[in-house]
């Protein structure tokens, strides 16, 4: 089976493409192949209808909060409020995510889905920072578009398989919370550049055999990127691949996943 994990970003450019790695599953070994760089959403868009058999694990967040999305007021299905936002376009999409968390109390301005909570990570509604509320806002509208099978969310092409991935959440299952990376060029360290390669030699070394019953094969050359976007588009098809080997237990996800909110691939967080 062709694996894809990709690194995603809300504004592709030279500096900060969209990160694919195509890898190939055989049984339960993954072997890492090519490595490209999309530098606009035409060529992430052509990508998602390239016909399948594969299967894609995206590094952003698929939906919101059910909290957020009945307090705001949007539309009830995942379909409707994904059509919704991206109506009212990237600045629109930010005033009303700004509007909403403006008059709230601190701790109550940005709402976490239950599979962020089980995973760790932030809040889709995030604009600054690490603004996931604007990747959500590119790349939700352009999977659902695409007219591909998204677990839980969407029923498409049953041979473009697409799955919520979040590299964060298998990194700490290696290294902890050493951090691996860092896109200013001022901030990076040969630290980060040692956890990179830590990671991927565990990875390399039957580290995530226990975890996801996969044994890994990637070059060296993925740690190199201290934005690490390379390592992370990995990470992203490991998931991907485990969701693959768990397709006939709903791709490793819960039973009872929220169909307004979506879940992440990954077995710590799945039954």
Request: aromatic share 8%.
């Amino acid at each position: 089976m062709i694996i894809y994990g990709i690194d995603f970003t809300s504004r592709p450019q030279r500096s900060k493409p969209i990160t694919c790695l195509e890898s190939v599953l055989e049984g339960t070994h993954l072997r890492a192949g090519n490595l490209t760089e999309w530098r606009d959403f035409a060529a992430f868009e052509a990508a998602l209808r390239k016909p399948g058999p594969w299967v894609a694990g995206i590094d952003f967040p698929f939906g919101q909060s059910r909290r957020f999305i009945k307090t705001i007021g949007w539309p009830d299905t995942w379909q409707g409020y994904v059509d919704h936002a991206k109506q009212l376009g990237r600045q629109g999409f930010r005033s009303a995510l700004d509007d909403y968390r403006k008059d709230r109390p601190a701790g109550d301005k940005e709402h976490r889905r239950a599979t962020d909570i089980a995973a760790g990570s932030i809040s889709p509604q995030k604009l600054y920072g690490t603004p996931v509320g604007l990747m959500f806002f590119e790349g939700a509208p352009r999977i659902k578009e695409a007219g591909v099978t998204i677990p839980g969310l969407q029923q498409g092409d049953p041979l473009r398989i697409v799955v919520e991935a979040y590299p964060g959440i298998l990194a700490r299952s290696l290294i902890g919370r050493q951090s691996y990376k860092q896109d200013s060029k001022a901030k990076q360290t040969r630290e980060q550049y040692k956890a990179r390669m830590e990671i991927l030699n565990l990875v390399n070394k039957n580290g995530v055999q226990p975890s996801h019953g996969l044994t890994v094969e990637a070059p060296n050359s993925l740690a190199d990127d201290p934005g690490a976007d390379h390592l992370d588009a990995l990470l992203c098809a490991i998931q991907a691949a485990w969701a693959w080997t768990r397709r006939h237990s709903n791709y490793g996800l819960p039973t009872t996943i929220d169909p307004l909110e979506g879940w992440i691939t990954h077995p710590t967080t799945s039954p």
